[in-house]
């Protein structure tokens, strides 16, 4: 919270602004509050149409500096493929889309602070919530003595219903408004989209089938499978049944292919780092058939330790991005192992997609396969295996069991 004595010099402040409902409320806030100019920043990361309605609130609001920004390539590229090749999951469902867009915009925002000699940055993150510990642990890694400007901290705005009423009374549009109340509270980017509020907060209460916007239900989907072939550089897919496609175009793709088929979809109670309980839910249908195929391709690829080792650490590491730790000196450290890992992970998976379902059904590496057919088959392995070397194996392996059996039959 700026206090008292930093209030008066703050002259510019850089507001994440995506043009929805509590980051338009918060321009007109600070504007009235702080007295201060305003630049804003809009990532395109994904979200489509929320782009131009975010120039335009701007603009009706007075605001001067504007930026709007397709950061696409670089999501997909540098935060995306990265956090995937770790195969990274969060409480073993949650596949962080929220949460591995937060430190790109924390990261351009200090840049424009920057470029326009701003003094304060700004989010519409909530004080309950696990976004304001993201951006902000972004902002001071990025720049250790930037100044917050986190309104829901300070206003007296503590409900959608009364951000609703704040935006009819200063004449600033609400996308999706119902009679019904407040609307949800959506995220989107390339890797998903997710809602929360409204009939969400109840845990006990099934998603309206209206609610979902990325893909069809499975029930809905088509009655006929769909194979798809991933091609993968290092870690990377690089391209779709045999198309070459940039990082961005490859998650677009798969997108349209798995919402068409049912497929992302996870209602989600997850324990946010603030220490409360949420319900969620999400759409991450390209995410999905990105984690199913890498970890097939892994399959071959990888040798045992590293592979038992990456799953280890897989948590840990998936905790630090939920968490807000991007930037730091651990993740980094993590990555660069991570990276390490995927140099031999080259080849082709092949998935079939059918109705909500993801079935791995084919994966091959022509350079870098450590599956030997020689070896590992039922039929004449013509003596690259000697089954007989099992027996001292097993018993070594069985020896110290053997130990504690003997002293437990002793002892009865």
């Known amino acids: 919270m700026a206090n008292k004595k930093s209030m008066d010099k703050i002259k510019k402040v850089v507001l994440a602004f995506s043009g929805g409902l509590d980051t338009s409320v918060i321009l007109k806030w600070l504007q009235d509050t702080y007295q201060c100019e305003i630049v804003t920043f809009t990532a395109d990361i994904g979200q489509g149409e929320e782009v131009e309605p975010a120039r335009v609130k701007a603009k009706q609001l007075g605001v001067k500096e504007i930026y709007i920004e397709d950061l696409r390539e670089e999501?997909?590229?540098?935060?995306?493929f990265p956090m995937f090749r770790a195969n990274a999951i969060y409480e073993g469902e949650y596949l962080l889309g929220t949460s591995i867009a937060r430190p790109l915009i924390a990261k351009r925002q200090i840049e424009i602070v920057k470029e326009t000699e701003a003094d304060a940055v700004s989010h519409g993150a909530t004080g309950k919530g696990n976004d304001q510990v993201r951006f902000e642990l972004g902002y001071y890694a990025l720049k250790p003595d930037i100044c917050v400007i986190a309104p829901w901290r300070e206003w007296d705005l503590t409900s959608r219903e009364k951000l609703v009423q704040y935006a009819e009374r200063h004449g600033i549009p609400v996308e999706m408004k119902k009679k019904t109340?407040?609307?949800?509270?959506?995220?989107?980017?390339?890797?998903?989209?997710?809602?929360?509020?409204?009939?969400?907060e109840d845990p006990a209460k099934e998603p309206e089938e209206s609610m979902w916007r990325w893909s069809v239900s499975p029930e809905n989907a088509p009655d006929k499978a769909e194979y798809l072939d991933l091609e993968y550089q290092r870690g990377d897919v690089v391209a779709l049944n045999g198309e070459k496609l940039s990082p961005a175009n490859v998650l677009a793709k798969l997108n349209q292919l798995g919402g068409k088929h049912g497929i992302g979809r996870l209602d989600l109670v997850e324990n946010r780092y603030v220490g409360m309980k949420s319900r969620g839910c999400y759409e991450t249908p390209g995410g999905a058939i990105l984690l199913r195929a890498h970890r097939a391709i892994e399959s071959i690829t990888l040798d045992r330790e590293v592979a038992h080792l990456k799953d280890e650490l897989m948590p840990r590491y998936a905790t630090l991005i939920y968490n807000?730790?991007?930037?730091?000196?651990?993740?980094?450290?993590?990555q660069t192992m991570i990276d390490a890992s995927q140099v031999n992970v080259n080849g082709w998976v092949r998935v079939k997609l059918y109705k909500g379902n993801i079935i791995v059904v084919g994966r091959e590496s022509?350079?870098?396969?450590?599956?030997?057919?020689?070896?590992?088959?039922?039929?004449?392995d013509k003596g690259a295996y000697n089954q007989v070397d099992a027996v001292g194996f097993i018993k070594l392996n069985a020896l110290r069991m053997r130990i504690a059996a003997g002293i437990a039959e002793k002892n009865k």
């Open 324 to 334: 807000g730790y991007w930037w730091s000196p651990e993740r980094e450290l993590m």
């Open 366 to 380: 022509q350079t870098h396969s450590l599956f030997n057919a020689d070896i590992a088959t039922f039929e004449e």
């Open 75 to 80: 999501f997909v590229r540098d935060f995306v």
């Open 181 to 200: 109340g407040s609307p949800y509270s959506m995220d989107a980017n390339l890797l998903h989209i997710s809602y929360e509020g409204r009939m969400l």
